[in-house]
């Protein structure tokens, strides 16, 4: 009987083993083969160049912002969600959920529509966010927040309550039980969602091509270069901005395990 367990486990782990050899090989092989095509030459000369090099700038900095904004205004929602029941919560988190779902574009043309040049938002204020790095900012937000508000509503929701309570029985106010009890109890669960949501702002085009085409940032450069001279002067700046995503990327998650 134990025999057959063992078996049964092996043959069970070989065949999931098969399934996620090939979904690495989907993932891998377009990757690989984009390294592949375009040599070292290209693509320092690629680095070299400065409409290049602030385009991938102005990617990782506006989605920073973007980033830091969700941590502010998103953290304290995620709380709320998952502490309160109140009428209309699913409501409220399937409008936070809906900018996932939402073709980007469509995105991009309702963000437009409150915060473009015609908007009433202009006519009272002047203000427009229209070909500014604040708009594409927040085109980033806009697309990528529900990521963050999500991995942190679950992890104040894997947090039990008796932790909080018992601080405030100890006499600890509400703002410090948060920030000394809650908050880093889900510190965990807020770095994976800004992860996530850094990483879903920086690949950002669709809405971030409507609201604001220039400056312009590296995913909007990967498309106009393609289409007005082709997939030679578009690969380069792709496989840097992938290389460049993948080192942010393996040193946020180091440091999300150092923490660990």
């Given amino acids: 009987m134990k025999a057959y367990t063992g078996n049964g486990r092996r043959v069970f782990a070989g065949v999931f083993s098969v399934f996620g050899f090939i979904l690495i090989l989907v993932i ?3 990757l690989l083969r984009m390294l592949l095509v375009v040599d070292a030459t290209e693509l320092s000369r690629t680095a070299a160049d400065n409409e290049v090099r602030s385009a991938i700038i102005l990617t990782l900095r506006a989605s920073l912002w973007a980033t830091l904004a969700a941590l502010v205004l998103g953290v304290p929602l ?3 969600l998952a502490r309160h029941k109140f009428p209309g919560r699913r409501v409220l988190e399937g409008i936070i959920d809906l900018p996932v779902i939402i073709p980007h574009t469509a995105a991009g043309i309702a963000l437009l529509s409150v915060w473009g040049r015609q908007s009433l938002f202009h006519r009272f204020t002047g203000v ?3 070909g500014t790095e604040a708009g594409i900012s927040l085109a980033m937000f806009f697309v990528s927040v529900p990521f963050l508000v999500n991995a942190a509503k679950s992890g104040f929701r894997l947090v039990d309550e008796r932790y909080e309570k018992t601080a405030r029985s100890l006499g600890a106010g509400p703002w410090k039980t948060f920030f000394s009890v809650s908050l880093p109890m889900v510190r965990k669960s807020i770095l994976s969602g800004s992860i996530m949501m850094l990483g879903r702002g920086i690949s950002e085009f669709g809405a971030v091509v409507i609201l604001a085409y220039h400056p312009m940032t590296a995913p909007v450069m990967i498309f106009e270069r393609f289409q007005n001279f082709g ?3 578009a690969l380069p700046v792709t496989v840097l901005l992938i290389l460049i995503s993948l080192l942010v990327f393996i040193g946020l998650r ?3 395990e150092r923490r660990r």
């Fill in 28 to 30: 891998a092989v377009p």
């Fill in 231 to 233: 997939l030679q002067y």
């Fill in 254 to 256: 180091l440091v999300e």
């Fill in 78 to 80: 995620a709380w709320i």
């Fill in 128 to 130: 427009t966010v229209v």
